[in-house]
């Protein structure tokens, strides 16, 4: 039995630790941490799943941004990742659906992400979402995915993405 969390600061190590251990200490370095970095992650929808053991079986953090001149609000997503001893248990599609639906009823419009669309494209992200959005270098473009909380939160949202 599996259960779903808020992300407390007792919980950070951990994170930290799964999060180094499903990408690598280098994930850092990524573009996407130069948006994340110095900025708080939205602690309401930053969340753990542990196990009957209480051991800490995946994560999810999202942060905030803005799109563009008008500044329109967003989430970043990201990371997620699953213990690799839990993976295959649906503990990843388990975060996904439950922080997403947390983010729509916390009145959040958008959200994007940097990853794969084969993975994604079942939670509603995707490619044409993001066409008009600009993340920072380097970073694949074909990676950039989008979902849309409410009908129509990207219409007229262009421009490059930013720290809030």
């Known amino acids: 039995m599996f259960r779903i969390y808020p992300e407390t600061s007792d919980d950070s190590y951990e994170v930290e ?4 251990l499903a990408f690598a200490p280098g994930r850092t370095a990524l573009s996407s941490y130069r948006l994340r970095n110095g900025v708080a992650p939205v602690a309401s929808l ?5 196990d009957e053991y209480d051991a800490l079986a995946g994560a999810i953090r999202y942060w905030p941004i803005v799109i563009g001149e008008a500044r329109h609000s967003a989430l970043l997503l990201g990371p997620v990742a699953v213990h690799p001893t839990r993976q295959g248990e649906g503990l990843g599609n388990m975060l996904m659906i439950d922080s997403l639906n947390r983010a729509k009823a916390e009145g959040w419009e958008r959200v994007i992400l940097v990853g794969d669309e084969p993975y994604y494209h079942r939670f509603g992200f995707t490619r044409e979402q ?17 979902r849309a909380l409410v009908v129509g939160a990207f219409d007229g949202v262009t421009g490059k993405i930013m720290k809030a």
Request: no cysteine; proline share 15%; aromatic share 12%.
């Open 130 to 146: 993001a066409d008009s959005l600009e993340f920072p270098p380097p970073t694949n473009p074909a990676r950039l995915l989008a």
């Open 46 to 50: 930053s969340l753990v799943v542990r």
């Open 17 to 20: 630790y799964l999060y180094d």
